[in-house]
């Protein structure tokens, strides 16, 4: 990922109305505690590879992380990790899995969005290429995921008729510091627009 593509991502981030926080990994929990409204359903952000115990990338405890139909009707907030970033259309990639990602991030009002600034591809083809492998080997299911949901299929546009009225992604740096110098400046939030 280059500074290019992260300016670029939070430039169509920006123009499509979705606000961005930033801030390393440890920053995590107090990042997505200030987006997030309540109540609020999500899904464990430690994904395959990840150390079970890295507590650095995790939800707030008030997110429900084993919603019933009834919490997820009523969440406000959805809380999901993206596996890929697409800078070029400001596209987040979401997986269909046995945890629920997808229901989570398409049925409330708000989906904040984890995703790790490693995991920023440029365009299109790169992001095929790194979905290629895992849809021919894994059977995955993704949803490329781009701004609020909105439709114009009954007349004026409407926003939130598929999927969230709002979003807000959580771009997270990799932790380069030790831990325990965090400090509240660590968590910056920002609309999308870059200043690199």
């Known amino acids: 990922m280059s500074v290019a593509d992260r300016s670029t991502f939070k430039r169509r981030l920006d123009a499509l109305g979705v606000t961005v926080s930033e801030g390393p990994e440890r920053a995590c929990v107090a990042l997505i505690d200030e987006a997030a409204g309540d109540p609020a359903v999500g899904v464990a952000l430690a994904g395959e590879g990840d150390e079970a115990d890295d507590s650095t990338v995790s939800l707030p405890d008030r997110v429900e992380t084993d919603p019933t139909t009834a919490d997820l009707r009523a ?14 259309y400001g596209s987040v990639a979401i997986e269909a899995d046995s945890a629920g990602t997808e229901p989570i991030s398409l049925f409330v009002d708000r989906h904040v969005v984890v995703l790790h600034e490693a995991d920023l591809v440029p365009d299109m083809p790169d992001a095929f290429e790194w979905l290629g ?5 894994e059977s995955v299911d993704v949803v490329f995921a781009t701004g609020p949901s909105a439709t114009a299929d009954m007349g004026g546009l409407v926003h939130g008729a598929h999927g969230p009225k709002e979003v807000h992604v959580v771009l997270l740096r990799g932790d380069e510091a030790d831990p325990s110098e965090a400090t509240a400046d660590d968590a910056e939030g920002t609309r999308g627009d870059a200043d690199e």
């Open 75 to 88: 969440a406000h907030t959805g809380v999901t990790r993206a596996s890929l970033g697409v800078a070029e």
């Open 133 to 137: 492998p895992r849809a021919r080997e």
